[in-house]
T-cell receptor, first 117, second 109 residues
């Protein structure tokens, strides 16, 4: 079955350490996204990528970095510069730009819960 | 990104009652999507609205896009316990979606 796989499901990090969250999709989607969700909050966009080898900052990119070397993969690195990294991280993908002639949305992975200890 | 307000933040209903969540924007939206997130889960796409005054139905769910394309609503008729979760509206540009704050729905027997 096609879908998005995020790993690990739970991740614990010590303060001052960088950590990389994995996101892999086999949907042949061009666009991929990273969102952060804090308890009881909505989703905030960290980074997004419309095509391979290109990505843009979202609303809260500080303290994060990404790469898009392959169409299927969009890993997110949470660096030590991120002051409050404890959150639920969601990766998503879509066929491409939102088009008014279609009715498809984003497909989300199951998420990674990151806790700084 | 485009800013939207969702109200209410939380609603608790008894099974069988109706439920409505509203999404309001100060600017005109080109399109809006709706998602449902079950407790502990991830958002799942429900529908996309693009036309002024558009109304779409999915079984007990009715989605509306305002005439001015500045607001949208999701109405659930005769709620069931399976409707529990947080409902998000998400207006979009061609390149990305901005999610609202969500409305958390609790349904009890």
């Amino acid at each position: 079955d096609g879908g998005i796989t995020q790993s690990p499901k739970y991740l614990f990090r010590k303060e001052g350490q960088n950590v990389t969250l994995s996101c892999e999709q086999n949907l042949n989607h061009d666009a991929m996204y990273w969102y952060r969700q804090d308890p009881g909050q909505g989703l905030r966009l960290i980074y997004y990528s419309q095509i391979v080898n290109d990505f843009q900052k979202g609303d809260i990119a500080e303290g994060y970095s990404v790469s898009r070397e392959k169409k299927e993969s969009f890993p997110l690195t949470v660096t030590s510069a991120q002051k409050n990294p404890t959150a639920f991280y969601l990766c998503a993908s879509s066929m491409g730009p939102v088009r008014v002639t279609t009715n498809y949305g984003y497909t989300f992975g199951s998420g990674t819960r990151l806790t700084v200890v | 990104g485009q800013q939207v307000m969702q109200i209410p933040q939380y609603q608790h209903v008894q099974e069988g009652e109706d439920f409505t969540t509203y999404c309001n924007s100060s600017t005109t939206l080109s399109n809006i999507q709706w998602y449902k997130q079950r407790p502990g889960g991830h958002p799942v796409f429900l529908i996309q609205l693009v036309k002024s005054g558009e109304v779409k139905k999915q079984k007990r769910l009715t989605f509306q896009f305002g005439e001015a394309k500045k607001n949208s609503s999701l109405h659930i008729t005769a709620t069931q316990t399976t409707d529990v979760g947080t409902y998000f509206c998400a207006p979009g540009t061609a390149s990305k979606l901005t999610f609202g704050t969500g409305t958390r729905l609790q349904v009890t027997l």
